[in-house]
């Protein structure tokens, strides 16, 4: 995440993508500027730390192979799940595992939603359903 100079931004994005990454940004903003102050200090609030924890996630989940680019439905899918905190009971060197599983269980299971996310639409079915799928699959996850 840095800062875009592109004059395109936002209207490159499909409607879904817009709608869950609006804070992301910002989120990552926060987490950097507190991961660096938090190397300083050794006594930090809950609310710190899950600001911190959250970002870990985030950026794993923004981390692609090369050469092997995500679907546009895919990326909505696992950015909301890292935008919602859905994934702050998987370990971190976990998280790349959880998305595979994630994603491979939406497109064998879920693949209408994947489709809406396509088409645009962020739907209260469609995250309703993105958040009990990551919330299930966590389980597997927690320590």
């Known amino acids: 995440m840095g800062i ?3 004059r395109v931004g936002g209207n490159a994005q ?4 817009k709608k869950v990454s609006g804070t992301l940004k910002l989120d990552q903003a926060q987490y950097r500027e507190l991961e660096a102050f938090a190397k300083f200090g050794s ?3 809950a ?3 899950n600001v911190i924890e959250k970002g870990k996630r985030n ?5 692609q192979a090369q050469n092997d680019p995500f679907k546009v439905e895919d990326q909505v899918a696992i950015i909301y799940a ?3 905190n859905l994934l702050r009971d998987v370990p971190v060197e976990k998280v790349k595992e959880f998305e595979r599983d994630y994603l ?3 497109n064998a299971k879920h693949r209408d939603v994947l489709d809406t996310l396509k088409a645009g639409k962020l739907t209260d079915e469609v995250t309703d359903t993105l958040s009990l799928v990551a919330k299930d699959l966590s389980a597997k996850y927690r320590a």
């Open 4 to 6: 875009s100079v592109s």
């Open 14 to 17: 499909i409607k879904s993508m």
């Open 43 to 45: 006594d930090l609030d």
């Open 47 to 49: 609310v710190t730390l």
């Open 59 to 63: 950026v794993e989940i923004l981390k």
């Open 82 to 84: 890292g935008s919602k």
């Open 104 to 106: 491979e269980f939406l």
